[in-house]
């Protein structure tokens, strides 16, 4: 069965320093890979996704960026770490064609900037 | 753009209560829509799903119906328990990226 993986799971770091986070799959090959961040009041917000290795598409400018060395590994970074950054962040793979899509999520990483 | 509304919370409902979480969709084409549901610092599960036009999804004792006339998914439980409080989050997916809502949270209390 597909699992996906999502580390570590609680974070506190400093303003300026820099992040990342890690998401695999198991299972399942040439997966959609997604980076959402939920913020309090603000639901769930789509950062980026990705459809194969090296291609990354992102929806809202960030003060991140996702890269997918591997097929089935999708991180998430920063260089330096901003207090609005804070937040839960999860990792989502999607499986199925248009109209007809459905996302598994991992744990999530709660994130404190401080 | 597709998009999602959902009703905002807190809802806060005794236990046995009847539950109905408002659901609206914008979108072209024909959407997959779906509740997904997420329990106290956790990742988002699944909870259910429909496919097109008057099909009812249902799981765990929660129903939403697809329609399309009024372009609506609610949710609804007849009798709600302590271990629903959570966030519900209504989505859609069609020609672009999953779509969810601002996610309502729900408690229950005994």
């Known amino acids: 069965s597909q699992t996906i993986h999502q580390w570590p799971a609680t974070l506190v770091q400093p303003v300026g320093s820099p992040l990342s986070l890690e998401c695999t799959v198991e299972?399942?090959?040439?997966?959609?890979l997604y980076w959402y961040r939920q913020a309090a009041g603000r639901g769930l917000q789509l950062l980026f996704y990705?459809?194969?290795?090296?291609?990354i598409s992102s929806e809202v400018p960030q003060n991140l960026s996702a890269s997918r060395p591997q097929d089935r590994q999708f991180i998430l970074s920063s260089k330096k770490l901003l207090l609005s950054d804070s937040g839960f962040y999860l990792c989502?793979?999607?499986?199925?064609?248009?109209?007809?899509?459905?996302?598994?999520f991992g744990q999530g990483t709660r994130l404190t900037v401080v | 753009g597709n998009s999602v509304t959902q009703m905002e919370g807190p809802v806060t409902l005794s236990e046995e209560a009847f539950l109905t979480i408002n659901c609206t969709y914008t979108a072209t084409g024909y959407p997959s829509l779906f509740w997904y549901v997420q329990y106290p610092g956790e990742g988002l599960q699944l909870l259910l799903k429909?496919?097109?036009?008057?099909d009812k999804g249902s799981n765990k004792g929660f129903e939403a119906t697809y329609r399309k006339e009024t372009t609506s998914f609610h949710l609804e439980k007849g009798s709600v328990q302590v271990s629903d409080s959570a966030v519900y989050f209504c989505?859609?997916?069609?020609?672009?990226?999953?779509?969810f809502g601002k996610g309502t949270r729900l408690s229950v209390i005994a």
């Open positions: 990705s459809v194969g290795i090296g291609q």
């Open positions: 429909a496919t097109k036009a008057d």
């Open positions: 299972g399942t090959s040439n997966p959609n």
């Open positions: 989505a859609l997916s069609g020609n672009t990226p999953l779509v």
């Open positions: 989502a793979w999607v499986r199925g064609g248009q109209g007809n899509t459905e996302a598994f």
